[in-house]
């Protein structure tokens, strides 16, 4: 595109202010609420902001930020009091302010490459052989850091059925004990598709190839595609999540990859699938590109694959542009161009006053 056509686009873009585009939401890292008083700033930011929705992550690393009978309590909890419990703290901070609150769970990251968890009942100490392995035969445990920037830890084997049962119990625990307005799901795939090889769904993929050859939907094994298996091991984890959430009247959404290609064949996260196939409620777009333009090719993608953005909510990357109220400008602009469920920020951590003044603008417009 010439740079002409570029500035008429951006220009375009920035004169539709007046579209209704939903909500507003922020993602909240765990390291944000281990006290009260962190919480209690939370929240009155939100208030002066018009922020409509929070993400507030309560599952980091297998570990919790809840009372939990499944999981052990956070470590970065330490130095807060045994009854602290900051998702319940946080429920009620936020009652009668109208902001929901979604429970955002990291499902298949379990733990970072440089230590180990040293809580017993921690599920890589208590079932080190869901951990995933590579392509190579090595499991995640034998890494001492990431083999590259898409890998940030020890992922859990979504092949492995009872890891499957594990997460989804998590999120069930969650739904039953708390009022939250959905589950929000992090994670929720591959962390590259050079894993998946434990040596138990290996067995399981053999036995699913002999059921295709049997069915006749493949003609030798040759024909088997390992992709097609493991993008299923996450959709029936997602479609059991939401089995279980929805018996207590809560939502369900995740964030994605934005390029599906990458999602689709990188982290084998097939996510437009579960928008289609009825058991995801909202898919929420990590476009944290600061381009404008690049958000605007996902608006357009996404609004020719699935008809509209009514089930798409768009993140933006605001650790990148704070420091650039006319830039951050633009990308809200440009988000809203495309009448999405919602748009949400990354983070809440990196909100400063112009990026405050920014969004303040944006909410109360």
Known sequence: MELKDKLVLIVAVIAISSISFGEMGVWVVRDMITSPASIDEIVYTAEQ???????????????????SDILPRSHLLKSAPKDFDPLGYLLEKVKGTGIKVSAWMNVFYAWSFSSRPEDPMHVLNQHPDWVTYDEKGYSMFEYNKAPDVTVPGIFLDPG???VKRFVASVAEEIAKKYDVDEIHLDYIRYPYRTFGYNPTVMR???????????????????????????????????????????????????????????????????????????YLDFAVLMAYDPDPLVIKSY???????????????????????????????????????????????????????????VLLSFTKH
Request: hydrophobic share 35%; proline share 3%.
């Open 160 to 162: 492995v059925d009872e």
């Open 299 to 357: 608006i357009d993608f996404y609004e020719k694959m699935l008809g509209s953005l009514k089930k798409i909510r768009i993140g933006l990357g605001l650790y990148k542009v704070n420091s650039d109220p006319e830039l951050l400008r633009n990308l809200l602009k440009t988000a809203k161009s495309g009448k999405p469920n919602e748009i949400v920020v990354f983070s809440y951590k990196f909100l400063n006053e112009t990026s405050k003044n």
């Open 204 to 278: 399981k993929f053999r036995k699913w190839t002999r059921k295709a050859l049997k069915e006749g939907k493949i003609k030798s094994f040759a024909e088997a595609s390992f992709d097609d298996f493991r993008r299923e091991q996450v959709n029936e984890t997602v479609r059991l999540i939401y089995e279980k959430v929805k018996k207590y009247g809560k939502k369900i959404s995740a964030a994605v990859y934005p390029y599906y290609p990458n999602a689709h064949d990188d982290v084998l996260q097939d996510w437009p699938a579960w928008i289609k196939g009825g």
């Open 49 to 67: 902001l018009g922020i409509d929705r929070l993400y507030v992550q309560v599952v980091g690393r297998a570990d919790a930020f809840y009372k």
